[in-house]
């Protein structure tokens, strides 16, 4: 059964790099995608971005300047970077196994990570 | 402000029928399949439905999905109290050149 798990720092300062890993267990990475979602506190979910096992990727338009997402299949796991944050991006950041048809007709989140709260303060 | 309106809230009584509407345009729902989020209080998502009208496996069919042109909704037959949850309709949206999510409808049971 697949799982994600989340980990990184609770806490990032303003300004500073926002680092996070989503570990896949019970089933390989290759062959799918993998996205970030956020949702800051009260509020709706965002897509950040996703990658795909070969290293491709693709951003949110609106945080595509700071945002690399990288995958390293050898320890089955893919991180997120944020740089320059704000308090805008604190948020619960969720991992999630991604469903898509190349044309996106399709697209969808099958499997989710439990999250992990990241608050961006001094 | 979402791309995909859905009403902030919606309720509803044990064993009740209650429907959730989803509302886009032709670079989204009128293009694309769209999908249906759970959320219980302090969990992650939960896919719902997919393709507008498919359940992952382990989905009670209480649940059920449908679209026409620019809209969708999600239905709930026999309400339960675990039903009981914010509701997001999501979808990818070829003008943003992303997937967008609704503002989400919190569901409560009265």
């Known amino acids: 059964q697949l799982q994600l798990l989340e980990s990184g720092p609770g806490l990032v300062k303003p300004s500073e790099t926002l680092s996070l890993t989503c570990a896949v267990s019970?089933?390989?990475?290759?062959?799918?995608?993998w996205s970030w979602v956020r949702q800051p506190p009260g509020k709706g979910l965002e897509w950040v971005g996703y990658?795909?096992?070969?290293?491709?990727?693709k951003y949110s338009p609106s945080l595509k300047s700071r945002v690399t997402i990288s995958v390293d299949t050898s320890k089955s796991q893919f991180s997120l970077r944020l740089t320059s944050v704000t308090s805008a991006d604190t948020a619960m950041y969720f991992c999630?196994?991604?469903?898509?048809?190349?044309?996106?007709?399709?697209?969808?989140?099958?499997?989710w990570g439990r999250g992990t709260t990241v608050t961006v303060s001094s | 402000q979402s791309v995909l309106t859905q009403p902030p809230s919606a309720s509803g009584t044990p064993g009740q029928r209650v429907t959730i509407s989803c509302s886009g345009g032709?670079?989204?729902?009128?293009?694309?399949?769209i999908n249906w989020y759970q959320q219980l209080p302090g969990t992650a998502p939960k896919l719902l439905i997919y393709?507008?009208?498919l359940r992952p496996s382990g989905v009670p069919d209480r649940f059920s999905g449908s679209k026409s042109g620019t809209s969708a909704s999600l239905a709930i037959s026999g309400l339960q109290s675990e039903d009981e949850a914010d509701y997001y309709c999501?979808?990818?949206?070829?003008?943003?050149?992303?997937?967008?999510f609704g503002g989400g409808t919190k569901l409560t049971v009265l």
């Open positions: 999630a196994r991604t469903v898509m048809h190349r044309n996106y007709y399709y697209f969808y989140m099958d499997v």
């Open positions: 019970g089933d390989s990475i290759n062959n799918y995608y």
């Open positions: 990658i795909y096992h070969n290293g491709t990727t």
């Open positions: 032709g670079s989204n729902i009128g293009s694309k399949t």
């Open positions: 393709s507008n009208d």
């Open positions: 999501a979808t990818w949206d070829d003008s943003l050149n992303g997937p967008v």
